[in-house]
């Protein structure tokens, strides 16, 4: 049974679309990671944030954006979708230790 | 800069066989060493890790190993098995989570 929940798993949408990538947690973790990752290549990370209202960008510049109102919740918006937006985008939890991240199971979008 | 480094895109073993996957990395103040394996379309599962003030993790048929004065780390799966095939992704951490390109096995029948 999976503690990391990521909807929807696939999406296409038309260019200009806003969308919301949906992230939710049970493990009750405070850090949690928003990747971006495209075959052949790393992980990028996007967005990460330490606990509630906290959020930060990552190391990979994103015209997308996150909030964390709720321990559990961490969604990601992106506001006009572009072509370039299409990849698999991932969400993580960690203890914020020196510990692993556990991933859900990504969403793959598709921008036509 | 990429800190961490997986030169090999890919990689074939026969079933029954060691399986070697490398990684580099670059920032010596990295203290905790991760391996990942990843489906297509599905989210990476964590299966071993390694401290710096360690040079060996063994967990079942995955062994980890750990040179500092190298900045390397490997992944030994023995004996590998079909299941096996996926990408495996080695990670650092630092402040955050840094990630290679990943190593695509295939463990052939």
């Known amino acids: 049974e999976a503690d990391i929940y990521q909807t929807p798993r696939y999406l296409v949408i038309g260019t200009g679309k806003k969308i919301t990538l949906e992230c939710s947690q049970t493990m009750g973790h405070d850090k949690m990671y928003w990747y971006q990752q495209d075959p052949g290549m790393e992980l990028h990370l996007i967005h990460y944030s330490y606990g509630v209202n906290s959020t930060e960008k990552g190391d990979l510049s994103s015209e997308s954006t996150v909030s964390r109102i709720r321990t559990e919740h961490f969604p990601l918006t992106l506001e006009s979708a572009r072509p370039s937006h299409t990849s698999q985008y991932l969400c993580?939890?960690?203890?914020?230790?020196?510990?692993?991240?556990?991933f859900g199971q990504g969403t793959r979008l598709t921008v036509v | 800069d990429q800190q961490v480094k997986q030169n090999s895109p890919s990689l074939s073993v026969q079933e029954g066989r060691i399986s070697i996957l490398n990684c580099d990395y670059t920032n010596s103040m990295f203290d905790y060493f991760l391996w990942y394996k990843k489906y297509p379309a599905e989210g990476p599962t964590f299966l071993i890790s390694?401290?710096?003030?360690?040079d060996k993790n063994e967990d079942g048929r995955f062994t980890v190993f750990l040179n500092k004065s190298a900045k390397h780390l490997s992944l030994h799966i023995v004996p590998s098995q079909p299941g096996d095939s996926a990408v495996y992704f080695c990670?650092?951490?630092?402040?955050?989570?840094?990630f290679g390109t990943g190593t695509s096995l295939t463990v052939i029948p």
């Open positions: 993580a939890t960690s203890t914020g230790g020196r510990t692993e991240a556990f």
């Open positions: 390694i401290s710096s003030i360690k």
């Open positions: 990670a650092a951490l630092g402040n955050q989570f840094y």
